[in-house]
């Protein structure tokens, strides 16, 4: 059974920092993994999605990279802003399921 | 233009009774899904229709019916609702593995 975590549960950094949130999963066959962020209250916004047979994704000052032999992921955010203050969570897809497995998330804080 | 919306947004019911949940999407995707968030933010997959069919049904109560009566709506209804039916449920939609969520359906079961 595919298990996701999520570590740290909880970060706070100050305004300018980069910083890394990282994701393990137990099954290293994944069809593909996907990186989101949820503010209070609202929906998921899917940030970066991952295929299995790539090794990272870039969009603007966020990059993802995954290592399916290790059971990891990494979302690195450059230069963080108050407003990437959010939940992030990863999530895995296996082949023939079309569901997700999540973790349970990393709460993000950047302090201005 | 909301690619995946649901309403209510807001729902506060008694134990007992029962309630409707509606989704619709605008992404003309084929696959959609019903996920429970509960009070830790932990997400968790329920149902999933493709084209109208479920292939997933997660060991959820048979209290839970969801109804997909063309590919762009998945409705949830929940029958008899229990105090422990709070949460936050999403709906979804997919193509080719990318996953969009609506914003949520918050139900409180008094």
């Known amino acids: 059974k595919q298990e996701v975590t999520q570590i740290p549960a909880a970060l706070s950094v100050p305004e300018g920092e980069n910083l890394v949130l990282n994701c393990s999963f137990t099954?290293?066959?994944?069809?593909?993994l996907q990186w989101f962020r949820q503010d209070p209250g609202k929906g998921l916004t899917s940030l970066l999605l991952?295929?299995?047979?790539?090794r990272e994704q870039t969009s603007g000052r966020l990059n993802a990279s995954l290592d399916k032999s290790s059971g990891r992921s990494t979302l690195y955010i450059a230069a963080s802003q108050p407003g990437d203050s959010a939940t992030y969570l990863c999530?895995?897809?296996?082949?023939?399921?079309?569901?997700?497995?999540f973790g349970s998330g990393t709460r993000l804080q950047v302090q201005p | 233009d909301t690619a995946v919306s649901q309403t209510p947004k807001y729902l506060v019911t008694q134990m007992g009774n029962d309630k409707s949940i509606k989704c619709e999407q605008n992404?003309?995707?084929?696959?959609m899904y019903w996920y429970k968030q509960d009070s830790k933010k932990f997400l968790k997959i329920m149902f999933s229709?493709?084209?109208?069919?479920?292939?997933i049904n997660e060991t959820v109560p048979n209290r839970f019916s969801p109804k997909s009566p063309d590919k762009a709506h998945l409705n949830l209804h929940i029958n008899s609702l229990e105090l422990g039916d709070s949460a936050v449920y999403f709906c979804?939609?997919?193509?080719?593995?990318?996953?969009?969520f609506g914003e949520g359906s918050r139900l409180t079961v008094l």
């Open positions: 099954d290293s066959a994944i069809y593909n």
């Open positions: 992404l003309g995707h084929d696959t």
């Open positions: 991952i295929q299995s047979s790539q």
């Open positions: 229709y493709n084209n109208k069919e479920l292939i």
């Open positions: 999530a895995v897809r296996i082949p023939g399921r079309r569901a997700l497995t």
């Open positions: 979804a939609s997919s193509q080719e593995g990318e996953l969009f």
